[in-house]
């Protein structure tokens, strides 16, 4: 992030090679799951040993892909641990997915990754092609596929995480096949397929997250099929389709 122009290094590589995983982490290891063809297996990588690679935990309830994912110890939040979550170490979830259209919730506990993932939620709606973002007692789920284009976003209670997720505000437009990516305050949805590539970004209050999401942005070229990381500051996006692309977007 201190030198965010120079090119990426390549790192892992992961044990298994996949497309349209679901992914997260913690200030130490990164999780990686679902993926086409449909997948159920969690993969690991070790932030302090990222040459090696990635080594093979436990799996999801059920195989799928575009089951995308989120933890309330990603992108600098603070290092608090709302009542519900396990250990010290943190949850992650991984939300919805393909070929159902999901709207099944499954959680890890990344102090006992080896287990099988526990099943919560479910979300409110079905959704495949979705993106996810998080603040520290909530995950929130966007837009997506299943069936037709969806502006509506989900909230799972991290403290209460069985229960059905609750309906929150809208994306200002109905869209999937793109990124999410989180602050403290606020969540950002960049991007993706509306009928046509999308630079749109959404930025989602955690205060207000009833009101719906404010277009903010844009990024630089419309584009879908898109990846999001980020720190305390800044937010990056890596543009996707529809032709094959390496550029990245602050």
């Not at 950002?188 to 509306?194: E, K, Q, S, V």
Request: with cysteine.
């Amino acid at each position: 992030y201190s030198n965010d122009t120079a090119a990426p290094v390549a790192k892992g590589p992961l044990v298994q090679k996949a497309w349209a995983m679901g992914a997260m982490g913690n200030a130490s290891h990164g999780w990686w799951s679902g993926g086409d063809p449909s997948k159920s297996f969690v993969q690991r990588l070790d932030f302090a040993n990222d040459t090696s690679e990635s080594s093979m935990k436990g799996y999801m309830t059920t195989a799928r892909t575009e089951c995308y994912a989120t933890s309330n110890l990603e992108n600098a939040l603070p290092q608090g641990f709302p009542q519900g979550t396990a250990g010290t170490y943190g949850v992650g979830y991984w939300g919805g997915g393909s070929p159902g259209p999901f709207s099944t919730v499954d959680r890890v506990d990344y102090a006992n990754d080896t287990a099988t993932a526990s099943q919560r939620g479910p979300l409110n709606n079905t959704r495949a092609f979705n993106a996810a973002v998080s603040s520290v007692d909530y995950g929130y789920w966007g837009g997506g596929q299943g069936p037709g284009f969806k502006s509506n976003i989900d909230r799972v209670d991290y403290s209460n995480d069985t229960a059905t997720a609750s309906a929150r505000g809208n994306l200002s437009a109905a869209r999937y096949h793109f990124g999410g990516v989180s602050n403290v305050n606020f969540g950002y949805f960049g991007g993706g397929d509306a009928g046509s590539n999308s630079s749109v970004v959404d930025r989602l209050d955690y205060g207000t997250d009833t009101a719906n999401a404010t277009p903010k942005g844009p990024l630089s070229a419309a584009t879908r099929y898109i990846s999001a990381a980020g720190n305390k500051s800044y937010g990056y996006f890596s543009q996707g389709g529809p032709s094959t692309k390496s550029t990245i977007d602050r």
